[in-house]
């Protein structure tokens, strides 16, 4: 299973960026699919988790209400929409996969890995 994530960039507060995260190899047919993020010096945190089967989605706090998780299937890719970004949500952004199990805020709860992308988001 490989994850490719790409999306990231540069952007000034208030501005929009989409993230895609496909997914090669066998499918996640009732699995789960998160993002989380790094910060320079700081651990990496849960930001959002979306369920292939359901779509039922989970988010971090400080982001409800910003980013919108969705997925689509047929693609076997999931996309994060960060909208009214702030300098805060700087750092490299992972997304991840699991194919079993019901926990999504931690690192532990994910067996697949992407690469990351950088978001920089700009004051």
């Known amino acids: 299973v490989q994850l490719q994530a790409s999306g990231g960039g540069l952007v000034q507060a208030g501005g929009s960026l989409r993230l895609s995260c496909a997914a090669s190899?066998?499918?996640?047919?009732?699995?789960?699919m998160g993002w989380f993020r790094q910060a320079p010096r700081k651990e990496r945190e849960f930001v959002a988790a979306i369920w292939w089967s359901s779509g039922t989605e989970y988010y971090e706090a400080s982001v409800k209400g910003r980013f919108t998780i969705s997925r689509d299937n047929a693609k076997n890719t999931v996309y994060l929409q960060m909208n009214s970004l702030k300098p805060g949500d700087t750092a490299v952004y992972y997304c991840?996969?699991?194919?079993?199990?019901?926990?999504?805020?931690?690192?532990?709860?994910?067996?697949?890995w992407g690469q990351g992308t950088q978001v920089t988001v700009s004051s």
């Open positions: 190899g066998r499918a996640f047919n009732g699995g789960k």
């Open positions: 991840a996969a699991a194919r079993y199990g019901s926990g999504y805020a931690s690192r532990t709860s994910y067996d697949y």
